[in-house]
């Protein structure tokens, strides 16, 4: 079993900055990839980001230029530094990780409980 803790959401005024951080543990033998995704009351969830191990990345057109996506892959840790916040960025963001189990050696991937973001003056 692998476990993700996300942190870093919250309250925010429109143009300000957030960092949304999820680490995984357990039982981890390598991590192919790992990302942010992002749901809005009434919508579907949509990719924000994400990184690959060989450090690839990937970004909505909606937040290219604003969202950074970054990895400490020692740490098995996403991170996602987000600027220039709009009121449209609202929504719970959850981390996302493919990756091979130790115990099992299977691919699967594990989901975050996520996180709220919400922008507004």
């Known amino acids: 079993q692998v476990q993700l803790v996300e942190s870093g959401g919250g309250l925010v005024q429109p143009g300000g900055s957030l960092r949304l951080s999820c680490a995984a543990s357990g039982s981890i033998f390598s991590i192919y990839h790992m990302g942010w995704y992002r749901q809005a009351p009434g919508k579907q969830r949509e990719l924000v980001a994400a990184?690959?191990?060989?450090?690839?990345?990937n970004y909505a057109d909606s937040v290219k230029g604003r969202f950074t996506i970054s990895r400490d892959n020692a740490e098995n840790t996403v991170y996602l530094q987000m600027n220039s916040l709009k009121p449209q960025d609202t929504a719970a963001y959850y981390c996302h990780v493919y990756l091979r189990e130790t115990t099992t050696q299977t691919i699967t991937d594990y989901w975050g409980k996520g996180t709220l973001v919400t922008v507004s003056s």
């Open positions: 990184k690959t191990s060989g450090g690839i990345t």
